[in-house]
């Protein structure tokens, strides 16, 4: 396995996890798509954008949730 297959790997339980799969959502920003962790109110942090971008095309895959508005709860 690939330093980056594995690195990919590494994020699955965003696409396979199915007790928690409406935990996370692709947010679309005006400039980029983020991956949003309800449960924490924030964006998950994906290191570099090779792995971006394989990770948001297994979630799309797994039929994870995706909008243009904040998906999350009102900030404190």
């Keep these: 396995m690939t330093r980056k297959a594995a690195v990919v790997e ?3 339980h965003l696409w396979e996890d199915d007790m928690l799969r409406h935990r996370w ?8 798509t983020l991956v949003f962790d309800r449960e924490i109110n924030c964006p ?3 290191g570099g954008e090779p792995v971006l971008q394989e990770v ?3 979630m799309r895959e797994a039929g994870v ?3 243009d508005d904040y ?3 009102p900030c404190a």
Excluded: C, M
Aim: no cysteine.
């Design 65 to 67: 949730p995706e909008t």
């Design 10 to 12: 590494s994020y699955a």
């Design 44 to 46: 998950v942090d994906i």
């Design 56 to 58: 948001l095309r297994r």
């Design 71 to 73: 998906p999350g709860r």
């Design 25 to 32: 959502v692709l947010w679309n920003t005006v400039g980029e």
